[in-house]
């Protein structure tokens, strides 16, 4: 597989002058062994979740960057994209298409933390892409934030912290979690967690077993199916690259404790189920499943959110994260926003237009209320409590 060494930009800072190499691969498992350590991400750009992301998006064309210091040819961050055309338009954007809640580099121990550096590394990676052969129309990087690891992150320089229209949900606790529970006793969880304990067999489990924890998701692929059903929308979690993803994460994260499954289940069956990942203290929840309105006496989606940070709790997690989109029982779990940044850059004319429509969208969230009244104007739903 052929390596495309196509940017290059200088950058001079602390009076000493550097430039940054970037190079593409066009192959995922390549990229993987040119990259010289596993350097510093979020949850998401771990490379079980990579190998997975890659593996059931084929469709989509990889174009990993490898982004080095050419004084000293150490790599400072791999940032994982791909080219793919969409409604005559070719773009650049991270491996996402909707299932990553956060976008970055994964940062190598080099990597620029001085302003200066951030930028001119940021602005080799858009020179190179510029010239990519392909030619293409945009860069769109969407729900980057802006640290990784405890890191900056050299590619929010390009945008403004806060454009993006989502925010992730982060919820700290501290090694007391009965202190925790206290702060959300309006909750009432201990009532749920009574009322659910009549049923007989009732119990909450941690999942260890692959074979279990896929069948599982097969579960929960017919729960969230007739709940989006119930509300009118469509659901493609279950169907072809999607349904091949979540399996794969399963298979290759569960045993290692990268992929996290939990249920809530009695002798009627699986009242609900959690599928999320964990990266050393932090655990992000994925998806949330219950089995549907004769529960909703017993809260099971809130109950088994709370049992499985618990049992995580118990194990050394203190970081959790609700995962993007401001449902109201995220704050009811006390959840803090973080904010995330989009960034758009028009390369050829057709990219234009889109990003004209981002920048003035970015515009408008700064004015919270008339995007709000925009948002009602338009039919949208206010964020409303998801049991």
């Not at 998006?57 to 050419?70: E, G, K, V, Y």
């Not at 550096?117 to 129309?137: I, K, N, S, T």
């Not at 405890?150 to 992730?168: E, K, Q």
């Amino acid at each position: 597989m052929a390596v495309w060494e196509l940017g290059r930009a200088e950058v001079r800072a602390a009076s000493t002058a550097s430039e940054f190499r970037v190079e593409f691969v066009r192959d995922w498992n390549l990229a993987c062994a040119l990259w010289d350590g596993s350097g510093y991400g979020t949850a998401f750009q771990h490379k079980q979740w990579l190998d997975a992301w890659y593996s059931a998006f084929d469709r989509a064309s990889p174009l990993i960057a490898l982004i080095s210091d050419a004084a000293t040819q150490r790599n400072v961050a791999l940032v994982p994209l791909i080219c793919r055309e969409q409604h005559g338009v070719r773009l650049v954007e991270f491996a996402d298409l909707g299932l990553t809640d956060y976008n970055a580099p994964i940062l190598g121990a080099g990597a620029p933390r001085d302003p200066e550096a951030m930028h001119a590394m940021a602005r080799a990676l858009h020179a190179a892409l510029r010239r990519l052969p392909e030619r293409v129309d945009l860069i769109r990087m969407q729900k980057m934030p802006a640290k990784i690891d405890g890191r900056p992150n050299p590619l929010v320089a390009l945008g403004r912290i806060g454009s993006c229209s989502l925010n992730g949900n982060i919820i700290e606790v501290d090694d007391d979690f009965e202190t925790y529970r206290a702060s959300i006793k309006r909750m009432q969880l201990p009532r749920s967690w009574r009322v659910f304990n009549r049923y007989p067999g009732a119990g909450f489990r941690m999942i260890n077993d692959t074979e279990e924890a896929l069948r599982l998701i097969d579960v929960m692929d017919a729960q969230q199916e007739a709940r989006m059903e119930s509300i009118g929308e469509s659901f493609i979690l279950n169907d072809g690259s999607w349904g091949k993803f979540y399996r794969d994460l399963v298979k290759r994260g569960l045993k290692e404790g990268y992929a996290v499954v939990s249920s809530l289940s009695c002798d009627e069956g699986v009242v609900a189920t959690v599928l999320g990942i964990r990266r050393e203290s932090n655990f992000v929840f994925l998806r949330i499943s219950n089995a549907g309105k004769k529960w909703s006496h017993c809260s099971p989606s809130r109950l088994i959110t709370e049992r499985t940070m618990a049992a995580l709790h118990a194990d050394g997690v203190r970081e959790f994260d609700l995962s993007i989109g401001n449902f109201v029982y995220k704050r009811r779990f006390g959840a803090t926003p973080l904010p995330l940044t989009d960034v758009s850059a028009a390369i050829g004319w057709r990219g234009i237009p889109l990003v004209l429509r981002d920048r003035a969208a970015q515009e408008l969230r700064r004015y919270p209320r008339l995007a709000e009244w925009i948002s009602r104007a338009l039919g949208r739903p206010a964020p409303r409590e998801d049991n």
